[in-house]
């Protein structure tokens, strides 16, 4: 067994035979012509030619893998009609007395040049559509065969690279993976492989020998390796993967729009837990209802300064608009404890968990915590967004938050920028705010319950001392009493209360939690499935 | 002749699906259209043109429109700009 790493771009599990995809080097042979008329002339039906079979290739494209997808077709046949390139081929014809085939490979150069060098990842890639669409047209000048015959069964291929006009005539049902040396993650073989829903990897180091061809392999697009000839345990730990995998899909099919709503018909939101905008894909593909928790931290840990209030709202402008409509809770600024960003220059303490960190900070610099702010509401135009603050102990922490945040929407008001009143929670994870809980609910619109921060502070066990676990009790009666606790007092308020710790994913608890009248379950993204199933089977009467 | 700027606000800039809708959108008029950036002009209706400029987010694009429908010309593409980029 040899395996071979690379960059994934889209997960998933294949196992079936190589198919090595070379490029027929295409030796284009200069030679000089005697009538550069007839040459452009047959030039001209080449082009032509070329410009038919783009735009059955668009029909195809769009009709197996989307509009969007199947623009850059349309592109190439733009690229056909520009008139820079046509001009700068009929030139090379007529001045320099040289075929065709050479005249476009010349071109083609020089465009794809042009690209390449350009200092932006995406436009880099743009050359490759030059090289597409140019050595499309040289060989139905040479003549050459164009079909790609895959073999009659699935197989996973294997290239140097790929054109997006070799992707899309595969025949979609004989490929289970897509490997190859080259390529991006802006690729178009990369974005037809997410839409595919096939595991892709690109980067992979792997010397393209024609013994590869027929090897068994398996292509793990989670971790992002080939193995080339596995042995048995790797095959047999791969397939239990992919199984899983399929019920997953089994699973999402079955779920996929239905209400999460118990046998005797108590229904509960189940939402998921996000930590960077790049979760949102596995948000949509787990069919969560919402976010109930997005970590706005990782936009302070991934800067070097303090970010600004654009680049966060366009952070949560994208977040409203991907989940369109859909209910979005951004959790202002958890840093402190064990995330630590150093320009926010706080000292080392003692007892981080119990230091300066959360709210404690907002509250403490209003500048940061304004920022941040304004930016939230500024996006929650785009979207169904909430706010909730994080590590609350007591009353006076609220009525400052809630003075602050109307100041920011006065000075959005004062600059007539729009935004909407959205909603205003609180994260309820320490046993003050539950003991108070009754008064926390006037104030608020809503809880959300930090089981992981409420444990470790009930039990006082830290939870990052590995020593500590025999006297850690996740099920310990103490927190499941206070979150029935926050459930009624919640409730009498008329407001709506969530779990988004990570008891919120124990399914030995559901029951009990919505018993308790828990509104909103928020988990991570592969959580989602899973517990909306086990909703659905429960029957709260019995 | 008409002339407008445009700040492109996009986050991924006037990449190649967008570059060839705005190349479609001007190629419908008989006008001459052209995108100036950074001191570099281009026809409009030329894909590579379009798409060497590279433009990002937050870069100033000057759009010059001459020619017979130079009116309907410039009011559509700057509603083309605005929905779209």
Redesign the interface.
Known sequence: MIEYGGKSVYGGIAVGKIHLMSKSEQQIVKYSIENGDDETERFEAAKKEAGNQLAELYDKAKKEVGE?NA??F??HQ??LD????LDSIKNIISEQHVNAEYAVGVTADN?SE??SS???A??KE?AA?VKDISERIIRILTGADTEKNTSDEPVIILADDLAPSETVQLDKNLVLSFVTVHGSTNSHTAILARTMNIPALIGVNIELSEELEGKMAVVDGFDGIIYIEPDEETLIKMRKRKDDETEKQKLLQELKGKENITKDGKSVLVYANIGNVKDLAYVLKNDAGGIGLFRSEFIYLENKTYPTENEQF?IYK?AAETMAGKRVIIRTLDIGADKQADYFNLDKEENPAMGLRAIRICLTRPEVFKTQLRAIYRASKYGKLAVMYPMITSLEEVKKIKAISSEVKAELDEKNIPYNNIEEGIMIETPAAVMISDMLAKEVDFFSIGTNDLSQYTMAVDRQNPKLDEFFNPHHEAVLRMIEMVCRNAHKENIWVGICGELGADLELTERFLEMGVDELSVSPSYVLPLRNKIRNLDLSK | MKEFKYVVTDPEGIHARPAGEFVKAASKFSSDVKLTKDGKTVSAKKIFGVMGLAVKQGQELTITIEGPDEDTASAELEEFLKNNL
């Open positions: 969007a623009a850059i349309e592109i733009m690229m520009d008139d820079d390139y465009f042009m690209f350009m200092d932006d995406y436009m743009r559509d366009q994208k």
